[in-house]
């Protein structure tokens, strides 16, 4: 069975369903009616002939009937005419007075026949009708039998019967289907509300959770609908805002405990104790800095017109973790930077982005080798390293929030990578990590497109970090 | 030299001023923004460390005050805020360098050096690093104790990384110091300074590093 899913397509099927029944069963019922009525119009044509007649039969003083007709009514009712004919009968229905040339009855009646009643007659191939009714004027009962032929009847009546389906029956199917794409017109502008209010929820997600659906130009029967919706989104905004806040301010709140923790362990005296902790109090500032982060990028909108320059990204990262790489006796690299790489997006978060890359390179590799951004003209940032590797079993799964290979290694909460993923999503970006030739692993950022450089210096999008 | 620390939270603020004070700094702790707006207009500082978040005001307000009196004392923001919104705020507000919450004292100090070694500061004309000691103002080289020759060119490039020891020099930024903005330089001309430099400072025994950041820039380091 046919399933229609949108109210204008079920509205159609209905509608098409009830045009073939109707522009069947209109135009017959049509008909019948104008049959009937019709035919009510010949039978008093007839009733009206015979009551004429019987204004000119009467009784003679010796008690026999007599009928004088003038000569315009029996010139009209003449054989020679053969439009019509007359009879009249006496009881047991021997004719008295005849149009017709045998002088007969134009119809034989029973006796005690009902003293009114319609006849047809087919004689070959022409038919007619005619009327029986009693025609009292005193002593025993007469008949008056009145028939006209239907070759000659009113000729206007029977061709607008027979000519009905023709000229006029097909007329309903057309109005009807005109009916049926006024009807969807007007469903489709009572639904552009709707419409436009689904387009609205597309964009609601959690950086936009101020977003709620107009009652404005809603069809009555849907705002109860939206009503609830928006009280619905009203809840998890608050919901949501609370979580969120609550993670930021968590954030907030540690940090100043940990700068003195971090302070104080600075003045302690036993170097390898100091070091110890210092290390635990850096993975601690590293998760904190890393749910800030999350928490942050949630409600982060890239604003429409943002543009960062992958090439001066590469190079204020690569600058800001220099030193961090060469104290541990590490080196990093920046290539293909010596021109703007316009994007479109946020040249902070990328920068966070890359940052976290090249930290997560840097913490996978032995001292000696070289950590390298690379920047291509196409709209793409890898970060190469020349470390064990990602194996391909692991290529998805690194991304994931608090994902680690090693549980037990400390000081990486498995936070770095799923920001990373984070942020280059927001972009409309794709990553990768792909085997590096010569060993090592390549994590790759390629954006959809590129913005044509303008010949003037880019220095204006360079980040602050 | 003297130095003024906000910092709303006494514990901390005890903290650093022992550690401040260690590194050589004369330490003034002001709790609250209005004492410390009151200290800055009637004390002169070297330079302030402001923390952020304070109970009275915004420690930008502070810092707002005193570049509106045209007040250019050098001032570093340490903030608990982490974004970059709060940094670049920070930044544009008139302070000349941020920490983020938590910090290697280290850090602070080597941060805090850097800024009083600027331009335009009276201190740090001489630069030192490792064995080797550079007066920027008779263009002098100490190795050791022993004065060494030179060329105008190699102090120049020296001193750029000296300026800003431990960070990373951008090469474009040591060939606009060595040449002028207005000369086109052969992106290999960098190269050969550098190299020069880096040969002559072995040959004299200094136990400072240059780093090579390829694409990147130079970075000199205490050599371990």
Redesign the interface.
């Known amino acids: 069975m046919l399933k229609f899913r949108s109210v204008v397509s079920r509205i159609i099927a209905l509608h098409l369903l009830a045009i073939v029944v109707t522009s069947i069963c209109m135009p017959l019922a049509l008909y019948m009616m104008l049959n009937y009525a019709a035919q009510e119009l010949h039978h008093r044509a007839l009733r009206e002939r015979a009551a004429e007649i019987l204004r000119y039969l009467d009784r003679g003083p010796d008690g026999a009937p007599r009928l004088s007709l003038p000569a315009a009514l029996a010139q009209f009712y003449s054989e020679a005419y053969g439009r019509a004919a007359y009879a009249v009968l006496d009881a047991s229905g021997n004719a008295l007075f005849s149009s017709l040339a045998g002088g007969g009855a134009i119809i034989r009646v029973r006796p005690q026949a009902t003293p009114f009643e319609y006849f047809a007659l087919h004689r070959g191939d022409t038919g007619l009708v005619g009327v029986t009714v009693a025609a009292d004027i005193g002593g025993p009962p007469l008949l008056l039998q009145v028939s006209e032929d239907l070759e000659h009847r009113d000729v206007l009546i029977d061709d607008i019967v027979a000519e009905f389906f023709t000229r006029v029956g097909w007329i309903t199917a057309p109005i009807l289907l005109l009916l049926l794409v006024i009807d969807v017109l007007i469903f489709r502008r009572a639904l552009r509300p709707i419409v436009a209010a689904s387009a609205l929820a597309e964009r609601i997600g959690p950086a936009r959770t101020e977003l709620r659906l107009p009652e404005e130009g809603m069809p009555q029967e849907v705002v109860p609908l939206v009503n609830a919706v928006n009280q619905a989104l009203d809840r998890l905004e608050e919901g949501f805002r609370g979580q969120r806040e609550f993670t930021a301010d968590a954030?907030?709140e540690l940090?100043?405990p940990?700068?003195?923790?971090?302070?104080?362990i600075?003045?302690i005296a036993d170097r390898e104790l100091a070091s110890s902790l210092?290390d635990d109090?850096e993975s601690m500032?590293r998760l904190v800095?890393q749910l800030?982060?999350i928490a942050?990028l949630e409600t982060f909108v890239i604003g429409e017109d943002e543009i960062a320059d992958l090439a001066a990204i590469?190079?204020e990262i690569?600058?800001y973790i220099?030193?961090l790489a060469?104290a541990q006796r590490k080196?990093?690299?920046?290539?293909?930077?010596d021109h703007p790489v316009l994007v479109c997006g946020n040249a902070?978060t990328l920068g966070r982005a890359v940052r976290n890359l090249v930290e997560n390179a840097l913490s996978h590799t032995a001292p000696g080798t070289?950590v390298e951004?690379s920047v291509v003209a196409e709209g793409e940032l890898s970060v190469m390293d020349r470390g064990p590797g990602v194996p391909s079993a692991e290529r998805e799964q690194i991304f994931r929030r608090f994902w680690r290979r090693d549980r037990r290694r400390a000081g990486n909460a498995g936070l770095g990578l799923a920001i990373v993923k984070r942020i280059v999503e927001m972009h409309g970006a794709a990553i990768g990590v792909a085997d590096r030739p010569g060993g090592g692993a390549i994590f790759s950022i390629r954006f959809p497109a590129v913005i044509e450089a303008d010949p003037a210096p880019a220095h204006q999008f360079e980040t602050?970090? | 030299m003297r130095l003024l620390l906000v910092e709303d939270n006494e514990r901390f603020a005890g903290l650093l001023k022992r550690g401040l004070a260690a590194a050589g700094f004369v330490v003034d702790v002001m709790l609250t923004a209005r004492d410390a707006a009151a200290a800055l207009r009637e004390n002169r500082f070297e330079i302030v460390v402001l923390d952020l978040g304070l109970p009275d005001a915004d420690g930008l307000d502070v810092l707002g005050e005193m570049r509106h009196r045209e007040d250019a004392t050098p001032v570093l923001i340490l903030t608990a805020r982490g974004s970059l919104d709060a940094r670049v705020l920070g930044l544009q507000s008139g302070a000349d360098d941020y920490l983020v919450k938590p910090f290697a004292l280290e850090e602070l100090v080597a941060r805090l050096q850097a800024l009083l070694r600027r331009p335009g500061n009276f201190l740090g004309v001489t630069l030192k690093l490792g064995n080797i000691a550079l007066d920027t103002v008779a263009r002098q080289v100490l190795v050791g104790d022993q004065p060494i020759v030179f060329s105008a060119r190699e102090i120049s490039v020296l001193e750029q990384l000296l300026r800003r020891s431990g960070r990373v020099v951008a090469k474009n930024l040591l060939a606009d110091n060595i040449y002028g903005l207005s000369q086109e330089v052969g992106s290999n001309a960098v190269e050969v300074y550098v190299h020069r430099l880096r040969k002559h400072l072995a040959e004299v025994g200094a136990r400072v590093q240059i780093h090579t950041l390829r694409g990147v820039g130079y970075l000199i380091a205490e050599e371990k």
């Open positions: 954030a907030h940090r100043t940990l700068a003195i923790l971090r302070t104080q600075d003045t210092r109090i500032s800095n800030l982060d942050e590469a190079t690569a600058t220099a030193p060469l080196t990093v690299a920046v290539t293909g930077a902070d070289t951004i602050t970090l």
